[in-house]
């Protein structure tokens, strides 16, 4: 659905659907929990010139603060709120929906691990959460979501009342029974009363609605590990682990202690273990396999089972609103018409249709329209008919429309291509004077196509004049356009398609796609100048450059550790914690091969980061130090114990080691970082951050990380996940030393298929973070490059590369992007903006102003066959 609805802004980003299509982009994006891309398509329909039929304006107001809520921005989504309900009259169920809202901040507010509210506050808050629900319980009393809320903050206050948050929790199911939230709130709940049994089956019942409820499997795992059944502990822990918790870190301390006792001591694992608090002598809880059989968990699956086979027979049956007889226009008799009653929600949205359909209706319709309005101006709408809002989780259904309803219905109207919908006219025989108006409509409609602007413009269209057109012609050109529509003739094809991915060349049989990498060894500054090395490099897709630096007599020594913290110890610098891994292997939480890898961002400085790097080194050295002596002197039991530990571990991801990354140090200050600078401007014009061959030198503005330099400081296992360089420029990265760096590398023409597989995955192949099993890539048939970059050596990346990069050692290292002003670079550039425009990414160089700087100071044009060259 998000591929479609791109594609329809794409090429038609100024429609009168666009704010329509925008709407439904916000709500796909934020059930995928992309809460920025969810705001930005949500602002976007809300300051559109047609206001969507999809949500009113206040719908999708209370969205954004709804998504600002679900991207953990309590604060902002309060104050958003607040303005929203206070900007007047509201249709009660959306008022209903605000103060709901506002009430489950509140309480989330008190509930925030980093709150700073005193215990006063927090009370207040709670009578605040408390004061909201109710307001919302009173305007809509048959919103369960609303009871639930009203029992989590019962729950969180005095003892005595538990018993309304049980009555809460009891009404909320008796709304809406598929509720996950509810049960596992319900099973705390009973925990809390001593009640294990009940909390069971409650917790049981959670998970079994929703499989990936982590919260629900944390707790569950509590349960059982108070009772002392430590496996199924384990394995709740572990299903918690795998559906991300909200603190990962403690789940994963006691899988670890937990895996390690029940390796040391085999009794644990044993179900003849003793009965926990408050259950009878001789009782125990049911096993995990077992829990599901509970008389609880048992009746909610059959009775979601009947409700789902119940759903199933509505939607072969069709729809109820087409096979009513008082809508029905040929019946006749006072007996044939039913007592007129309220709306249901499926006449609600049918009469809405009709209202907003545009141009006249047929007499059916019009008649439908005109019944269902006049029992909504008597009936209003039935009780707990909703407005569609799109809340914390939208519930997908069967649409209860059968295809000749479909049919009959659509029948009545198109969509022209523009987007806007017209009635399509009966089929009757024309007159003479009817063919001759049609004429003078088909000539109107063809001058109109003409006159008009396209709605977008791409930089793929091809060109219909040559490059040496002259600026005169081209406003000789447009002013045809509007004053003789009939001489005007495009200068470049106006109707484009979206992009397309790279079509990969066929693998050769018996290839071995595991590539050899381009080497180039650099033996003086000559060879470093010299131009067939530009030109091996601008055709290669990576290339890895030795003795460059040392050829160019560069002192590297000015990116080591010692001189950064020395000179410039309080310059900030980006920190990535993450896991450490072998090249070859990636896991999840669980233990489990995935693409996906995870790393969380903090701030600190280079002082910072370099005591790290330096104590990394002291503890590594001393490990190695010890294992020396230990097989020198140790005995034969410590190296047993030694050996059941390391299996322990081995076994365990919880056991895996944190490492910290040091990346982004921002280069680009010319005063401040002079030694630095200095040296890199000794590299050949190719590869330098300011030449005249470099289009990056031309932009006139400074884009951090691609015309300016960017230092990076390591310790071993650190990782620069997959990714291809911005607009798919091409880089240089150097590596300062000590240590070594491992390098893997794609073809540009193979993107395409590692972004079906990372889709595959659920994987964001141009903003996400992965990183790919290199023996999975080639059983695709992708070719690969990977070599190892020494200290000294350059590695060149070509345009639209895909690469990745992990330290073996203790390294820094230094990387800037450049653009090369070729046919390969440019084409894969603009190729890349329309790319990142049909996947609404942000550009974050426009190369077009580069362009046209060269194009002023040359005389002659650049012969690229290029399309359209804008900013």
């Known amino acids: 659905?998000?591929?479609?609805?791109?594609?329809?802004?794409?090429?038609?980003?100024?429609?009168?659907?666009?704010?329509?299509?925008?709407?439904?982009?916000?709500?796909?994006?934020k059930g995928l929990n992309n809460f920025k891309d969810a705001i930005r398509h949500f602002q976007s329909a809300i300051h559109d010139r047609v206001q969507p039929h999809f949500l009113t304006i206040d719908q999708l107001k209370l969205n954004i603060a709804l998504t600002h809520d679900s991207a953990g921005d309590i604060e902002e989504s309060y104050n958003y709120c607040t303005k929203l309900l206070n900007s007047g009259p509201h249709h009660h169920l959306m008022k209903a929906a605000i103060e709901r809202e506002l009430g489950w901040l509140c309480y989330r507010a008190v509930n925030d691990p980093d709150s700073t509210l005193t215990i006063d506050e927090k009370r207040s808050k709670l009578m605040e959460a408390e004061q909201h629900l109710q307001e919302s319980k009173l305007l809509h009393p048959e919103s369960g979501k609303t009871h639930y809320y009203l029992g989590r903050c019962y729950g969180e206050q005095t003892p005595a009342k538990a018993h309304d948050a049980f009555l809460n929790y009891r009404a909320s199911i008796d709304k809406q029974e598929a509720d996950s939230d509810t049960w596992c709130s319900i099973g705390m709940l009973y925990h809390q009363q001593n009640q294990p049994m009940d909390a069971l089956q409650a917790f049981v019942c959670a998970v079994d609605l929703d499989h990936e409820h982590s919260a629900a499997w944390t707790n569950l795992g509590q349960l059982y590990e108070s009772h002392f059944r430590?496996?199924?502990?384990?394995?709740?822990?572990?299903?918690?682990?795998?559906?991300?918790?909200?603190?990962?870190?403690?789940?994963?301390?006691?899988?670890?202690?937990?895996?390690?006792?029940?390796?040391?001591?085999?009794?644990?694992?044993?179900?003849?273990?003793?009965?926990?608090?408050?259950?009878?002598?001789?009782?125990?809880?049911?096993?995990l396999k077992e829990a599901g059989m509970q008389p609880i968990p048992s009746e909610l699956r059959q009775r979601q089972e009947d409700n789902i086979k119940?759903?199933?027979?509505?939607?072969?049956?069709?729809?109820?609103?087409?096979?009513?007889?008082?809508?029905?226009?040929?019946?006749?008799?006072?007996?044939?018409?039913p007592e007129p009653r309220c709306l249901d929600p499926s006449q609600l949205n049918m009469m809405r249709i009709l209202q907003h359909a545009e141009g006249p209706l047929d007499d059916t319709c019009t008649e439908v329209l005109r019944s269902l309005q006049a029992r909504f101006n008597q009936y209003g709408c039935a009780e707990g008919t909703e407005m569609p809002l799109c809340l914390h989780t939208v519930e997908m259904t069967p649409s209860q429309v059968t295809d000749a309803d479909i049919n009959n219905f659509t029948s009545l109207f198109d969509i022209d291509e523009g987007g806007n919908q017209v009635i399509v006219p009966k089929e009757e025989p024309e007159s003479e004077d009817d063919e001759d108006?049609?004429?003078?409509?088909?000539q109107e409609y063809a001058v109109s196509i003409r006159t008009e602007l396209p709605m977008s413009f791409s930089l793929l269209a091809p060109l219909h004049e040559s490059l040496d057109i002259t600026s005169s012609e081209v406003m000789s050109r447009s002013h045809d356009r509007t004053e003789s529509p009939d001489k005007f003739k495009p200068l470049f094809e106006e109707r484009v398609g979206p992009p397309t991915q790279p079509i990969p060349p066929p693998n050769k049989p018996g290839e071995n796609l595991y590539r050899q990498t381009p080497i180039v060894v650099v033996e003086s500054r000559k060879d470093a100048h010299n131009i067939e090395l530009q030109r091996f490099c601008e055709n290669a897709p990576i290339a890895l450059i030795r003795g460059m630096t040392i050829g160019l007599k560069m002192d590297l020594s000015v990116f080591s550790t010692k001189t950064l913290v020395e000179n410039f110890p309080d310059t900030e610098l980006e920190i990535r914690t993450q896991t450490k891994f072998p090249a070859d292997l990636n896991l999840n939480s669980v233990g489990e091969p995935t693409w996906a890898f995870e790393s969380t961002q903090a701030y600190s400085t280079i002082g910072k980061y370099g005591l790290y790097q330096i104590e990394s080194f002291k503890a590594s050295l001393k490990d190695e130090t010890d294992k020396v002596r230990n097989q020198k002197y140790g005995s034969a039991a410590e190296a047993a114990k030694r050996r059941k530990m390391n299996s322990i571990e081995e076994n365990s991801t919880a056991a895996l080691k944190?490492?910290?990354?040091?990346?982004?140090?921002?280069?680009?200050?010319?005063?401040?970082?002079?030694?630095?600078?200095?040296?890199?401007?000794?590299?050949?014009?190719?590869?330098?951050?300011?030449?005249?061959?470099?289009?990056?030198?031309?932009?006139?503005?400074?884009?951090?990380?691609?015309?300016?330099?960017?230092?990076?400081?390591?310790?071993?296992?650190?990782?620069?996940?997959?990714?291809?360089?911005?607009?798919?420029?091409?880089?240089?990265?150097?590596?300062?030393?000590?240590?070594?760096?491992?390098w893997f590398g794609v073809?540009?023409?193979?993107?395409?298929?590692?972004?079906?597989?990372?889709?595959?995955?659920?994987?964001?192949?141009?903003?996400?973070?992965w990183w790919p099993n290199a023996d999975e890539l080639v059983s695709m048939g992708i070719p690969i490059y990977r070599f190892t970059q020494k200290a000294g050596d350059m590695v060149w990346v070509?345009?639209?590369?895909?690469?990745?990069?992990?330290?073996?050692?203790?390294?820094?290292?230094?990387?800037?992007?450049?653009?090369?002003?070729?046919?390969?670079?440019?084409?894969?550039?603009?190729?890349?903006?329309e790319?990142?425009?049909?996947?609404?990414?942000?550009?974050?160089?426009?190369?077009?102003?580069?362009?046209?700087?060269?194009?002023?100071?040359?005389s002659t044009p650049i012969q690229l066959n290029l399309p359209i060259l804008c900013g």
Request: proline fraction near 6%.
């Open 437 to 442: 108006k049609d004429e003078v409509t088909k």
């Open 835 to 858: 790319w990142n425009k049909l996947q609404v990414n942000s550009v974050h160089c426009k190369l077009g102003k580069g362009i046209g700087l060269i194009g002023m100071y040359t």
């Open 310 to 337: 119940s759903k199933q027979q509505r939607y072969r049956d069709g729809s109820l609103l087409w096979r009513m007889a008082e809508l029905g226009t040929t019946t006749t008799g006072p007996n044939l018409h």
């Open 230 to 287: 430590y496996p199924d502990a384990l394995s709740c822990y572990k299903n918690a682990l795998k559906y991300n918790p909200l603190e990962p870190d403690l789940i994963k301390a006691r899988v670890t202690v937990m895996e390690t006792q029940l390796a040391q001591s085999p009794a644990l694992s044993t179900h003849q273990a003793r009965p926990g608090p408050y259950l009878q002598q001789g009782s125990r809880l049911p096993a």
């Open 658 to 742: 944190q490492i910290k990354f040091g990346t982004n140090i921002d280069f680009s200050d010319d005063k401040k970082f002079k030694p630095q600078l200095n040296e890199l401007a000794k590299m050949p014009p190719f590869c330098r951050i300011i030449a005249g061959c470099n289009l990056l030198s031309h932009l006139g503005h400074i884009v951090y990380g691609m015309n300016t330099a960017q230092g990076y400081m390591k310790v071993p296992g650190n990782r620069t996940p997959a990714h291809m360089e911005n607009n798919c420029l091409a880089s240089v990265n150097i590596n300062v030393g000590p240590g070594d760096c491992e």
């Open 798 to 833: 070509g345009p639209g590369c895909v690469h990745w990069v992990q330290a073996t050692g203790w390294c820094n290292n230094v990387a800037w992007n450049v653009a090369p002003i070729t046919h390969l670079q440019l084409t894969m550039a603009v190729h890349q903006y």
């Open 747 to 769: 073809p540009h023409e193979y993107w395409g298929v590692i972004d079906a597989e990372c889709r595959k995955r659920k994987i964001d192949f141009l903003n996400g973070s």
């Open 1 to 29: 659905a998000i591929d479609a609805f791109n594609r329809c802004l794409y090429t038609n980003p100024t429609s009168i659907i666009a704010s329509e299509v925008n709407a439904r982009l916000a709500v796909c994006y």
